[in-house]
């Protein structure tokens, strides 16, 4: 069984950095595609950052480079680097894998089998 397990979720202030984990555990770790999706009071789960073994990585507009999607593979873990926080980003972060999607899907949530429980980011102005 595939499990998701995040952490590195925390308050912050503007401007701020955190660095989010997403360690998966169960299948083999390689051939699974994982992102990150964010989720808003109120609002709806959007795609923030994918990536996969071959390193192809792929943001949200709204990232602007301020976030870095990483994965080590020893650890089976799946990091996202964000800097340069704003309040806007305050949602709980969910990191998902599946190793069935196709480079076209991966920015939809409904796409993936597994999910983690999320950990929340807080920016505070």
């Known amino acids: 069984q595939v499990q998701l397990v995040e952490s590195g979720g925390g308050l912050v202030q503007v401007g701020g950095s955190l660095k989010l984990a997403c360690e998966v555990s169960g299948g083999l770790f390689s051939s699974y595609v994982v992102a990150w999706f964010r989720q808003a009071p109120g609002k709806e789960r959007e795609f923030v950052a994918v990536g996969d073994r071959y390193r192809r990585q792929s943001y949200a507009d709204f990232v602007k480079g301020r976030f870095t999607i990483s994965r080590d593979n020893v650890k089976n873990t799946v990091y996202l680097q964000m800097n340069g926080l704003i309040p806007e980003d305050t949602a709980m972060y969910f990191c998902?894998?599946?190793?069935?999607?196709?480079?076209?899907?991966?920015?939809?949530?409904?796409?993936?089998?597994?999910w983690g429980q999320g950990t929340q980011v807080t920016v505070s102005s």
């Open positions: 998902a894998a599946d190793a069935n999607i196709i480079m076209s899907s991966r920015r939809m949530p409904a796409q993936y089998k597994h």
